[in-house]
């Protein structure tokens, strides 16, 4: 599992670096951590239509976990 660290950033850039991530190749399974519900919402929106299953899950401290894998 490729882990994506993208807290203290903003959109376009959360969703750019998970793209990128799968684009690269080579995992089936991604975690992406974000801190706004802006990235979380649309972190989780290019994940499910890239077909990726989604689930989100708080890691604390104002951390979201995206946990992303292929079907």
Excluded: H, Y
């Amino acid at each position: 599992m490729k882990v994506i660290d993208t807290c203290g950033l903003s959109c376009p850039q959360p969703v750019l670096m998970f793209l990128t991530a799968i684009r690269e190749g080579g995992e089936s399974c991604f975690e992406v951590l974000v801190d706004n519900d802006a990235s979380r919402e649309n972190v989780s929106r290019a994940a499910a239509n890239n077909g990726f299953g989604v689930t989100c899950e708080d890691a604390g401290q104002g951390v979201v976990k995206i946990i992303a894998s292929r079907q």
